[in-house]
């Protein structure tokens, strides 16, 4: 049972689910990584409600040695995705963090802070602006029903892909975890 008591102090309120990660909160966090050292924005393509889908890709290194995609928020009401996302590219943009340094010098990183901005916008839990569920697209993604997987496994295709993280949340699992990508032809999990 989840209970909540408020004493309103308007006539007006709002009560969320997860603590909120806003669109503004997600504009504010490209522009002021799009202009770090080392990091390029680019619009990997439009969500059907005309929102930008944005990656930024993170290097120092000319011919880097791993390409690592890691990608938020399909289900968009699992806002600590995000949360965990600006968390990570403050760390690997520090300037000041020796591991952070040692892995721009290496790799590359394609990031998707949120792979699903209508849903965000919309309020949704689990679903984009016309209902599909992104997590189970990945097979037959088209560009009518999810573009947002259609356009970053296009991307994919052309970067390559030597690992990916696809970061989600729950509201009852006491720990963390690391799910395989089992039942994906030619993957592997790294240990
Ligand atoms: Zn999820």
């Known amino acids: 049972m989840l ?15 997860f603590a909120p ?11 002021r990584m799009a202009v770090r050292p080392g990091v390029t924005l680019s619009m990997l393509g439009e969500t059907l409600d005309g929102q930008p889908l944005d990656c930024l890709s993170i290097t ?21 995705a995000e949360w965990w996302m600006e968390g990570l590219l403050e760390r690997l943009t520090d300037p000041a963090d ?19 901005p209508d849903g965000s916008r919309r309020g949704h839990l689990r679903t ?18 999810s573009p947002e997987v259609y356009r970053v496994l296009e991307a ?13 949340g729950d509201e009852a699992l006491p720990h963390n975890f690391i ?12 240990s």
């Open 156 to 168: 994919m295709h052309r970067t390559g892909v030597d690992f990916c993280l696809d970061v989600h």
């Open 179 to 190: 799910a395989g990508f089992e039942g994906i032809p030619r993957s592997r999990t790294i």
């Open 128 to 145: 984009n602006a016309v209902g599909t569920n992104l997590n189970r697209e990945w097979q037959t993604p088209t560009l009518e029903r």
């Open 98 to 116: 020796a591991l952070a340094r040692k892995l721009r010098r290496q790799h590359v990183f394609h990031i998707v802070p949120n792979m699903n």
């Open 60 to 80: 120092d290194a000319e011919t880097p040695a791993r390409k690592l995609w890691l990608i938020a928020r399909q289900h968009p009401g699992e806002t600590m």
């Open 21 to 31: 990660y806003s669109m503004e909160r997600h504009h504010d966090l490209i522009a």
């Open 3 to 17: 209970t909540i008591n408020v004493t309103p102090t308007l006539n007006a309120g709002w009560i969320a689910y």
